[in-house]
C-alpha cells in the first residue's frame, strides 16, 4: 500500500487481512491513478483550474450554486472542520441530511480535509443511527438541524460521539456561523493516497447487522470512469436528477459524482416521490434520470400533460427491471431505461449496457473495466445458459470495516454479490433471484432478519418470519407471518399496531406492508426458521388471490 496521509489509522488498521480482498484489475488506462490525490480536488477543484468555476453544479428549489459557490463552501467547511472541531486526516465524520447542496458541500469538505465521510439517510432511527457511530469509532458529526431529534437519540447510545454540528438552525453554534469566519476562504486539499479510505458506506447484510464497506479516492473516480464514462456517457451539457438518497452509494455516483465528473449539474430534490420527480424534470430540464423501477412505474401514469423531453438518459438500479416495466415506459417516452446491478461493496453499477446495446430483459452486459462470471455451489464458472451465482471483479470491491463477513462476500479472489442469475450465450446477464434473505421494495435493500427483530419487541409478538413478495407495484413487499403471544388478539387492529410499531423501531420504509397471523413457523429439526417455506407459503398465496 502508498504511505498513508492518515494520522488516525482506524480505517487501514481495520482493513481486512491481504488474503481476504478480492483481485482488483485497473486494464482502461483511464483507471491507472497516480499513488496520491485527494479525489475532492478532482472533481471538483479541477473545474475552477479549467476556468469553469461559473458554471451550475447544484440547483435546488431554493437556490443555484455554481463549481466556484460550491467549491467557496467546501473550503469553508474543511477549514471549520480542521480548525475549530479538530478533524485529523483519517477521522470519520456522520453526515446527516437530504439530498441538498449543503449535504454535498460536508461530504467534500470531509473528503478534502483528508477525513472519512460516514453518511446516513434522513429515515433512520436512533438505533440505526447508533451502529455506525459505534463500528466506526466517530467523535464528530455533522447534521441538518430538522433531524435532531434522533440524532440526539443516537449520540446517547454512542459515548465515542463528542460533538454534533448542526446546519440550517441559525444559531449561534450553527455549522453557518463558523464557516463565516474570516480566513476561511481557501482550504489546501490533504495530500492523501490513492487507497486512503475516503468513505464508509454501510449496507444492511442478511443478518440484519450492517456492514461497513470502505472505498478508497480511486474509487470515487473509477466508477466514474468506467460506468459514467463508457456507459452512461454524459457530458457538461447534462442535468442530472434522481431520487435515491445520497447516502446510498447508488445516489452519491448518480446524482453527485457522475455529474462532477464531467462539469454537469445536479438537481437535488428533498424529497423526489413521482409527482415532484416529474415536476422538477420539467421545471429544470433534466436530461439524465436516475430512480428505481418502481419510480417509473408510478411516474407511467401520470405522464399526461408533462412535458420531459428533455430527458434523454434514464437509469434503472436498486431492484430488478421488469420487462413490463421496460416496454410501458418506452412506450410512452421513446426512451430505453438503462438497467443495472450494482452493490455498495462495490461501490456502483457493474453490469449495464450503452442504450444502444440494451437487450429487454437482460440486467447487461459487464461495465468495461469489470469482469463477470456465474459460478455453481462449490465456486466453479458454470457455462452460458446455467444458472448460478453471480461473481465480479473490476477496479473497485468489497472491503468490509473489521468484519469476519468479508470471508463470504470474496472467494478467490471474486466478489460473490448475493444475486442469483444466468448468463447467455452473447455474455447478457439476466437477473433470476437474490440468493439471501434480503428483500428489494422499491429500490431499498431491507434485511428481513432486521425486521424480524423489530418486530420482537413488541409484547403482542411470540414469533415471526419475515420475508419478500412479488409486488407488481413495488418489486417486492416486506411480509412478516406472526404467532401472536398468549392472549393477543389477532386481528386487523394488531396489524395497525405492529406496523407502526415498526416504524417506530426502525427506518418506516422498513416495516411490513403484510402480516399474516400463523398458529406456528415453518422450521427445520434444530429449530432454525426455514425462511424458504414462508416464501413458498406466500407465493401460493399470491397465486390463489389473483386467479381468484
Known sequence: MIPSAHVDTFTRDNLPPAPDWPEFSFTLPELRYPDRFNCAVELLDRWLERGHGERPSIISPQETWTYAALAKRVNRIANVLTRDLGLVPGNRVLLRGPNSPMMVATYFAVIKAGGVVVATMPLLRAKEIAYPLNKAAIRLALCDHRLAEEMEKARAAAPGLARVVYWGSGAPDALEALMARPGYETFAACDTASDDVCLIGFTSGTTGEPKGTMHFHRDLLATCDSYGRHVLRADA????????????????????????????????????????????????????????????????????????????????????????????????????????????????????????????????????????????????????????????????????????????????????????????????????????????????????????????????????????????????????????????????????????????????????????????????????????????????????????
Not at 473 to 486: C, L, N, S, Y
Not at 493 to 506: G, M, S
Open 237 to 548: 451539457t447534462d442535468r442530472f436528477i434522481g431520487s435515491p438518497p445520497l447516502a446510498f452509494t447508488f445516489g452519491l455516483g448518480g446524482l453527485v459524482l457522475f455529474p462532477l465528473r464531467v462539469g454537469a449539474s445536479t438537481i437535488l430534490l428533498e424529497k423526489a416521490p413521482p409527482d415532484e420527480l416529474l415536476a422538477a424534470i420539467e421545471t429544470h430540464r433534466a436530461t439524465v434520470c436516475f430512480t428505481a423501477p418502481t419510480a417509473y412505474r408510478a411516474m407511467l401514469g401520470k405522464l399526461a400533460g408533462r412535458d420531459i423531453a428533455s430527458l434523454r438518459t434514464c437509469v434503472s438500479a436498486g431492484e430488478a427491471l421488469p420487462r413490463a416495466t421496460f416496454d410501458a415506459w418506452r412506450a410512452a417516452t421513446g426512451l430505453k431505461i438503462m438497467d443495472g446491478i450494482g452493490a455498495t461493496e462495490m461501490l456502483h453499477i457493474f453490469i449495464g449496457s450503452p442504450a444502444d446495446e440494451i437487450r429487454p430483459g437482460a440486467t447487461g452486459r459487464p461495465v468495461p473495466g469489470y469482469e463477470a462470471r456465474i459460478l455453481d455451489d462449490d465456486g466453479r464458472e458454470v457455462p452460458p445458459g446455467t444458472i448460478g451465482r453471480l461473481a465480479v471483479r473490476g477496479p473497485t470491491g468489497c472491503r468490509y470495516l473489521a468484519d469476519a463477513r468479508q470471508q463470504k462476500y470474496v472467494h478467490g479472489g471474486w466478489n460473490v454479490t448475493g444475486d442469483t442469475y444466468v448468463m447467455d450465450a452473447d455474455g447478457y446477464f439476466w437477473y433470476q433471484a437474490r440468493s439471501d434473505d434480503m428483500i428489494i421494495s422499491a429500490g431499498y435493500n431491507i434485511a428481513g432478519p432486521e425486521v424480524e427483530a423489530a418486530l420482537l419487541t413488541h409484547a403482542a409478538v411470540a414469533e415471526c418470519g419475515v420475508v419478500g413478495v412479488a409486488d407488481d407495484e413495488r418489486g417486492q413487499i416486506v411480509t412478516a407471518f406472526v404467532v401472536p403471544a398468549a392472549g393477543a388478539a389477532a386481528d386487523a387492529a394488531l396489524v395497525r399496531q405492529l406496523q407502526d410499531h415498526v416504524k417506530a423501531t426502525i427506518a418506516p420504509y422498513k416495516y411490513p406492508r403484510a402480516i399474516e397471523f400463523v398458529a406456528e413457523l415453518p422450521k427445520t429439526q434444530t429449530g432454525k426458521l426455514q425462511r424458504f417455506e414462508l416464501r413458498r407459503v406466500a407465493a401460493e398465496r399470491r397465486a390463489h388471490k389473483l386467479a381468484s
